[in-house]
DNA sequence: CTGCGCCTAACGAACGTTCGTTTTATCTTT
DNA sequence: AAAGATAAAACGAACGTTCGTTAGGCGCAG
């Protein structure tokens, strides 16, 4: 038998981290026990640690990593031509994709970074209220060049990004609307509010 | 005379669970432990079952108080005269100031609410998929009437939503914003997007 | 032979809860 | 008003379980 490297390049560590993602999602990070992840993983509780540091480490890893996909994008979008309005269209069907594509994960880092330890937690909290408050600015020049009629930027993007992190409870769901829709018509509710 | 309970006319269980409220919103149902509540109530952990059945009763308490004053208030709202708008509208505003009164309560309902033993959890999210079926249906009825542009009622519900449930992060930051203006410009966002 | 990855076993800490008992308050009877 | 009875609420200690994590050893690949 070879090395249980099961599939091309991805890690053990990287095993562990997808099958804790779906772990955390089902009971939350407090209630999801290392013998659980274990079980998942085919391995004793113990051997986890051959692989990594300790449980909380699992968590640091899946928040930063969504916290540095949606800055990368962030910035990729800010440094483009289009409209302001164009933009957030952009960064909302990025959010909007990202809870498709990587729900576990996003899922994790909206709810669960309170048990981050620190000085991590104070960390993320600080690329948060960044992200936020690159947003809110975005938001601002576009009232200021007339692409939007006015409203309270911070409000703009606090509906926004909730309304976008709801989709947790569409996962959940029986699915009667399909991803495609569920993406276009929030798109329509969320840009076409902002429009002039 | 009666019974003259602790100061006014909250025993010592409504104590109980406010304090719980604080606690399980601060650190989540599952990192709260019995004893820190009785640390905040000013007793050992072993008195409070004197007044309480278990930990999850309290949990249990709190969302089903929450999950009834939606649908008492729904109830009230349907079976008045307005237009689907209007109805609409004071909806979304008594769900921000229930998000700004009873701030805990309804996030502790929102996000805790997995922590439920059966059978009361199944009955939870049955209440719930039962009151957004409603909604939905409402915002149905606007469309037909030609109240408000076409968009999937399930996707306009639950933006409006999960929206409005992101207030808890304007809970958690500096409030730079005042809650008035908070409540009317997400009003104008949420219901003017719908309108024709 | 080296060393990594897995195992079993065990650690101390914390959890929710129960127990038997004592303190405190209220009601009843003189 | 005093004395005795009853109920309510507090206590410290302990229960059994589960938690995250560590220690030490065995086996198999390079």
Redesign the pocket.
């Known amino acids: 038998?070879?090395?249980?490297r099961s599939k091309k390049n991805s890690s053990?560590k990287d095993v562990i981290i997808e099958k804790a993602s779906r772990l955390f999602l089902e009971k939350g990070f407090g209630a999801?026990?290392?013998?659980?992840l274990?079980e998942h993983v085919g391995?004793?509780?113990?051997?986890?640690?051959?692989?990594i540091?300790?449980?909380?480490e699992i968590l640091q890893a899946i928040c930063f990593k969504v916290a540095n996909d949606f800055l990368s994008h962030l910035d990729a979008v800010q440094s483009s031509p289009e409209s302001v309005l164009k933009k957030l269209e952009r960064i909302i069907r990025f959010h909007i994709r990202m809870m498709m594509d990587q729900y576990e994960f996003v899922y994790i880092s909206d709810h669960e970074w309170r048990h981050l330890p620190e000085p991590y937690l104070s960390n993320f909290l600080n690329q948060r209220r960044n992200y936020r408050r690159s947003l809110s600015e975005l938001v601002a020049r576009g009232i200021e060049k007339g692409e939007m009629k006015p409203i309270e930027p911070y409000v703009a993007v606090l509906t926004m990004l909730s309304a976008i992190s709801g989709i947790e409870s569409w996962h959940r769901s029986r699915k009667t609307v399909s991803p495609e829709s569920l993406e276009n018509n929030m798109v329509k509710y969320l840009i076409d509010g902002l429009k002039k």
């Not at 391995?43 to 692989?51: C, F, G, R």
């Not at 540091?53 to 909380?56: A, T």
Request: net charge positive; hydrophobic share 40%; charged share 25%.
């Open positions: 038998m070879a090395k249980i053990k999801a026990s290392m013998r659980d274990a391995v004793e509780a113990a051997s986890l640690y051959n692989h540091q300790s449980k909380s």
